[in-house]
């Protein structure tokens, strides 16, 4: 089923990142804030089109606009697209995680494992 | 071509949507129109400030610091890491790199499987693809994810995968700002174009494209030679599925896609083919590749045939060192990583190597009639540099 990929849409390309900026925190805000003017454009030309097409019917009225409510279907549709939204911002840091999860688990010998002898004491 | 302002890319609903185009919605548009107008954006508009910050305080400092000049295009890539605006500017890039991938990925992963169904209908009908399903994947593809592409040109995410080259055909419209035409064949347009003014009387008999993805260059230069029997190989299984469904969609029926490298050319004939070409490949194969390639290519070239290498210029000593540093950007930031090492290498010196008289040799300035004014958007722009080479009788 292809709706298995979904989660291999934010998957990262294999190769070395560079770090462009002084820290980590600054790369994720950076690529967030990209993101989310890529959605705001989207927004924006969605909108567009909406009232190109309803002022092109003669139609609208802000009334209708106001006293909208989404039926079910068209409420898990949107549902839908904020959960879209939201991985697509939030693209940096699940990369990230995806990456400390590749990452190896460190050797048992190197870990501080606190004994009961130790703790007592 | 769609015409615009060269400061505004066309929308992206002009791309050809034919058969094998993956389904997509109003938004997924928007979005890749928000892609190529900050592409536009980050090299017509900034890019211009990367060589301002080198000129005014980058260079002095550097000068200063080296009591010299700077020697080379890797000194400037150094103090040039460390200047906050062309750091800020090469995150912003890098970042639309990786939103362009996750678009189309968004959009063709959760259509994968019907893709794969449509194109195997395709393929059946047109006989037009040969899989290799032992061909070992060269390691200069599979090391790296090329262009922040996940999974690369060869991962297969469901069977009969295509998904690799759907993502591939989406978005280069995106990415190059409409410049390489409607089915991004512009590469493959302008040497049709350069063949019938230089050499208007070549009639190519058979055709080998070596490295072909999704078959975008080779479709042009089939058109242009109908009677010719045309071969386009690659190594990656997703992306000529899709060339070969997509070829029969667009109805270019005189193209056979096969599974092959082209460092092992050995199911052709020696001296086989009238022309052997390849368009921005070369720099993604690795030094000992490159060799092999052109010995290949020779051996299965007739008497008389032409050799033709599409590649962003070399970097050469007449080439300003600020140039190839900015030219260089795709190699150290966009997982390009032979990119610099291919502009370093002779392409010509090599094709001497395998066997061409230094007078068989000659280099082209080739573009499509797209190319807008206004700054290069370096690696990215419709106009190339092709390598080439008549074999002596």
Same mark, same amino acid.
């Given at each position: 089923?292809?709706?298995?990929?979904?989660?291999?849409?934010?998957?990262?390309?294999?190769? %070395?990142?560079?770090?462009?900026?002084?820290?980590? $925190?600054? @790369?994720? =805000?950076? /690529?967030?804030?990209?993101?989310?003017?890529? *959605?705001?454009?989207?927004?924006?030309?969605?909108?567009?089109?909406?009232? %190109?097409?309803?002022?092109?019917?003669?139609?609208? $009225?802000? @009334?209708? =606009?106001? /006293?909208?409510?989404?039926?079910?279907?068209? *409420?898990?549709?949107?549902?839908?697209?904020?959960?879209?939204?939201?991985?697509?911002?939030?693209?940096?840091?699940?990369?990230?995680?995806?990456a400390l999860e590749d990452l190896a688990a460190p050797e048992v010998s190197q870990?501080?494992?606190?004994?009961?002898?130790?703790?007592?004491? | 071509?769609?015409?615009?302002?060269?400061?505004?890319?066309?929308?992206?609903?002009?791309?050809?949507?034919?058969?094998?185009?993956?389904?997509?919605?109003?938004?997924?548009?928007?979005?890749?129109?928000f892609i190529a107008s900050m592409n536009k954006y980050l090299s017509q508009t900034?890019?211009?400030?990367?060589?301002?910050?080198?000129?005014?305080?980058?260079?002095?400092?550097?000068?200063?610091?080296?009591?010299?000049?700077?020697?080379?295009?890797?000194?400037?890539?150094?103090?040039?890491?460390?200047?906050?605006?062309?750091?800020?500017?090469?995150?912003?890039?890098?970042?639309?790199?990786?939103?362009?991938?996750?678009?189309?990925?968004?959009?063709?992963?959760?259509?994968?499987?019907?893709?794969?169904?449509?194109?195997?209908?395709?393929?059946?009908?047109?006989?037009?693809?040969?899989?290799?399903?032992?061909?070992?994947?060269?390691?200069?593809?599979?090391?790296?994810?090329?262009?922040?592409?996940?999974?690369?040109?060869?991962?297969?995410?469901?069977?009969?995968?295509?998904?690799?080259?759907?993502?591939?055909?989406?978005?280069?419209?995106?990415?190059?700002?409409?410049?390489?035409?409607?089915?991004?064949?512009?590469?493959?347009?302008?040497?049709?174009?350069?063949?019938?003014?230089?050499?208007?009387?070549?009639?190519?008999?058979?055709?080998?494209?070596?490295?072909?993805?999704?078959?975008?260059?080779?479709?042009?230069?089939?058109?242009?030679?109908?009677?010719?029997?045309?071969?386009?190989?690659?190594?990656?299984?997703?992306?000529?599925?899709?060339?070969?469904?997509?070829?029969?969609?667009?109805?270019?029926?005189?193209?056979?896609?096969?599974?092959?490298?082209?460092?092992?050319?050995?199911?052709?004939?020696?001296?086989?083919?009238?022309?052997?070409?390849?368009?921005?490949?070369?720099?993604?194969?690795?030094?000992?590749?490159?060799?092999?390639?052109?010995?290949?290519?020779?051996?299965?070239?007739?008497?008389?045939?032409?050799?033709?290498?599409?590649?962003?210029?070399?970097?050469?000593?007449?080439?300003?060192l600020y140039e190839q540093f900015i030219r260089d950007w795709d190699a150290h930031?966009?997982?390009?990583?032979?990119?610099?090492?291919?502009?370093?290498?002779?392409?010509?010196?090599?094709?001497?190597?395998?066997?061409?008289?230094?007078?068989?040799?000659?280099?082209?300035?080739?573009?499509?009639?797209?190319?807008?004014?206004?700054?290069?958007?370096?690696?990215?722009?419709?106009?190339?540099?092709?390598?080439?080479?008549?074999?002596?009788?």
């Amino acid at each position: 089923m292809s709706e298995e990929l979904n989660h291999l849409v934010n998957k990262n390309a294999q190769g %070395r990142r560079p770090q462009f900026l002084n820290t980590k $925190t600054e @790369e994720h =805000l950076l /690529s967030m804030t990209m993101a989310l003017m890529q *959605e705001l454009a989207v927004t924006r030309e969605r909108l567009d089109t909406l009232e %190109r097409v309803l002022e092109a019917k003669g139609n609208l $009225t802000t @009334e209708e =606009l106001k /006293s909208y409510r989404p039926d079910e279907t068209a *409420e898990s549709e949107r549902q839908e697209a904020q959960r879209r939204l939201i991985a697509t911002v939030m693209r940096s840091i699940e990369q990230e995680k995806h990456a400390l999860e590749d990452l190896a688990a460190p050797e048992v010998s190197q870990l501080h494992v606190v004994s009961d002898d130790e703790k007592v004491a | 071509m769609t015409k615009t302002s060269s400061s505004l890319p066309p929308a992206w609903h002009h791309v050809e949507q034919h058969d094998m185009f993956p389904e997509h919605d109003h938004d997924d548009v928007a979005r890749f129109n928000f892609i190529a107008s900050m592409n536009k954006y980050l090299s017509q508009t900034l890019g211009a400030g990367n060589e301002l910050s080198y000129e005014k305080r980058v260079l002095p400092a550097l000068q200063k610091e080296l009591r010299r000049e700077p020697r080379s295009r890797h000194e400037i890539r150094e103090a040039m890491n460390r200047d906050p605006y062309h750091r800020i500017w090469s995150a912003a890039k890098r970042n639309t790199m990786e939103q362009r991938q996750q678009i189309s990925r968004s959009i063709v992963l959760p259509q994968a499987d019907a893709l794969a169904e449509k194109a195997a209908d395709l393929i059946e009908a047109a006989g037009n693809l040969e899989l290799d399903p032992a061909l070992e994947i060269p390691p200069y593809i599979k090391s790296v994810d090329h262009h922040c592409m996940p999974g690369s040109y060869h991962t297969e995410l469901v069977d009969d995968d295509v998904s690799a080259g759907a993502n591939y055909d989406m978005g280069m419209f995106a990415t190059t700002g409409g410049a390489m035409g409607k089915l991004t064949d512009m590469a493959g347009c302008a040497v049709v174009d350069w063949l019938r003014d230089e050499y208007p009387n070549f009639k190519p008999k058979r055709i080998l494209d070596i490295g072909c993805t999704i078959g975008h260059t080779v479709l042009p230069i089939a058109a242009a030679f109908p009677e010719a029997e045309v071969i386009a190989i690659d190594v990656a299984a997703p992306v000529l599925r899709y060339a070969a469904a997509r070829a029969a969609a667009l109805g270019i029926n005189n193209v056979r896609f096969v599974q092959a490298s082209g460092e092992d050319l050995s199911r052709f004939d020696d001296e086989s083919f009238d022309m052997v070409y390849t368009s921005m490949f070369l720099h993604e194969t690795s030094n000992s590749a490159i060799s092999i390639i052109m010995n290949q290519i020779y051996r299965v070239l007739a008497p008389s045939g032409l050799s033709l290498h599409l590649e962003q210029p070399s970097y050469t000593d007449e080439m300003p060192l600020y140039e190839q540093f900015i030219r260089d950007w795709d190699a150290h930031n966009n997982n390009e990583p032979f990119w610099s090492r291919l502009h370093d290498t002779s392409i010509h010196g090599e094709m001497q190597a395998s066997g061409f008289a230094a007078s068989d040799l000659f280099v082209a300035k080739v573009a499509s009639a797209s190319v807008t004014e206004g700054p290069e958007d370096h690696g990215r722009g419709a106009a190339w540099h092709a390598y080439g080479a008549i074999k002596g009788e």
